[in-house]
């Protein structure tokens, strides 16, 4: 087990103080670099920055960061969350760190989807069966962690499942 303990804070949202949301971060009891490539790899992060030794990652609508002996958690509801999120990820460094012999180590960042190269693998027929107007919109609700695929049926058909499985690709935190 690499990471035993943290303290918990929950604060304000410094860049938005009129927001509903509040933010976590945790103070880690044990230096977590080790594992910062193997994380990088398995949570497939957005940043990673070997030489500054952080990694951010986008998951089920937060915006994750990994330092060393420190972890910021954006967008929670309340300090409940913050917890039970935290506990997710202290179980997530754990398993990574145990399995990290199995896991290629990833030291780059992923390239950011652009919306454009999302809009082409969706089904562009501007239905709005998602609930929004049209498929671009849906391209950058997708980027956003706003919604999640299966608000489009039509990528549920098999006609469109190649392009499902690259939208899957590109954005994993996507899938519902």
Same mark, same amino acid.
């Given at each position: 087990?690499?990471?035993? +303990?943290?303290? !918990?804070?929950?604060?304000?949202?410094?860049? +938005?103080?009129?927001?509903?949301?509040? =933010?976590?971060? *945790?103070?880690?009891?044990?230096?977590?670099?080790?594992?910062?490539?193997?994380? =990088?790899?398995?949570?497939?992060? !957005?940043?990673?920055?070997?030489?500054?030794r952080?990694?951010?990652?986008?998951?089920?609508?937060?915006?994750?960061?990994?330092?060393?002996?420190?972890?910021?958690?954006?967008?929670?509801?309340?300090?409940?969350?913050?917890?039970?999120?935290?506990?997710? !990820? %202290?179980?997530?460094?754990?398993?990574?760190f145990?399995?990290r012999?199995?896991?290629?180590?990833?030291?780059?960042?992923?390239?950011?989807?652009?919306?454009?190269?999302?809009y082409?693998?969706?089904?562009?027929? =501007?239905c709005?069966?998602?609930?929004?107007?049209?498929?671009?919109?849906? *391209?950058?609700?997708?980027? =956003?962690?706003?919604?999640?695929?299966?608000?489009?049926?039509?990528?549920?058909? %098999?006609?469109?499942?190649?392009?499902?499985?690259?939208?899957?690709?590109?954005l994993?935190?996507?899938?519902?």
């Amino acid at each position: 087990m690499l990471l035993r +303990n943290y303290n !918990l804070r929950v604060v304000l949202s410094d860049c +938005n103080p009129s927001s509903q949301k509040v =933010n976590a971060i *945790a103070d880690l009891s044990e230096d977590i670099s080790e594992v910062l490539p193997y994380l =990088n790899a398995v949570l497939k992060g !957005l940043q990673y920055h070997p030489e500054d030794r952080f990694l951010t990652v986008k998951r089920k609508g937060h915006v994750i960061t990994f330092w060393p002996k420190q972890i910021a958690i954006t967008k929670l509801e309340d300090e409940r969350e913050a917890r039970s999120v935290m506990e997710e !990820l %202290k179980q997530i460094i754990n398993e990574t760190f145990e399995k990290r012999d199995q896991i290629v180590p990833l030291y780059a960042s992923r390239p950011v989807p652009r919306p454009l190269d999302i809009y082409k693998l969706l089904p562009g027929k =501007n239905c709005k069966e998602c609930g929004e107007p049209t498929c671009m919109a849906f *391209a950058l609700k997708l980027i =956003n962690d706003e919604t999640e695929l299966d608000r489009c049926p039509l990528l549920s058909e %098999k006609e469109y499942e190649t392009h499902r499985s690259k939208l899957i690709e590109l954005l994993p935190d996507a899938e519902g």
